[in-house]
């Protein structure tokens, strides 16, 4: 589409029949509300195509004598208005563009914002989960070294009750 829009020179939209009828009454409506153009007037210029005030400021001055049965003063003052409300409506879309532009902007930093935190728990997470399991070593190791002194402690002990009922055999026999 963008391409025989460039090959041919001319503004190709393409819409749904509800967004043309929407896009009609707007243009009716709002050519309405200019001073020195009626309904009629109005509804002529969106059947020769004229949909927008861009559209009516770009206008050829005779064809809108001819259509509207004007006067050349009142051509001018309609394309004057035309163009004062085209300018306008650029405006309002540009501005309408740049607050889109920031929202997305801020959506995104957002965004950014909640992955940084969720990669900052995940890595809090890990490093709980690896200070239990180290805690976890340490306990385990702990307990089989008392196991294992415990262990060494009954081994002595019954080293030494060895010794001494051995020690009390000799005193028998002599």
């Known amino acids: 589409m963008r391409l025989a829009s460039k090959l041919c020179g001319w503004d190709i939209e393409i819409m749904t029949q509800t967004e043309l009828e929407s896009q009609i009454e707007r243009a009716v409506q709002g050519f309405s509300s200019i001073d020195g153009v009626d309904e009629d007037l109005a509804n002529h210029l969106v059947g020769e195509g004229y949909l927008s005030y861009d559209d009516l400021s770009v206008i050829e001055p005779?064809?809108?004598?001819?259509?509207g049965s004007l006067t050349m003063e009142q051509v001018d003052a309609i394309v004057e208005e035309a163009e004062r409300r085209a300018e306008e409506a650029e405006?309002?879309?540009?501005?309408?563009?740049?607050?889109?532009r920031e929202q997305q902007r801020l959506e995104e930093e957002k965004q950014k914002q909640l992955e940084a935190q969720q990669a900052l728990a995940r890595k809090q997470a890990e490093a709980e989960a690896k200070a239990a399991a180290?805690?976890?070593a340490s306990e385990a190791e702990g307990q089989d070294a008392s196991t294992a002194d415990g262990e060494a402690a009954a081994s002595t002990a019954d080293s030494a009750s060895v010794s001494e009922s051995g020690d009390s055999n000799t005193e028998s026999a002599g």
Do not use: P
């Open 62 to 67: 005779d064809d809108l004598m001819t259509m």
């Open 134 to 136: 180290e805690s976890s």
């Open 91 to 100: 405006k309002v879309a540009a501005e309408q563009k740049r607050a889109r």
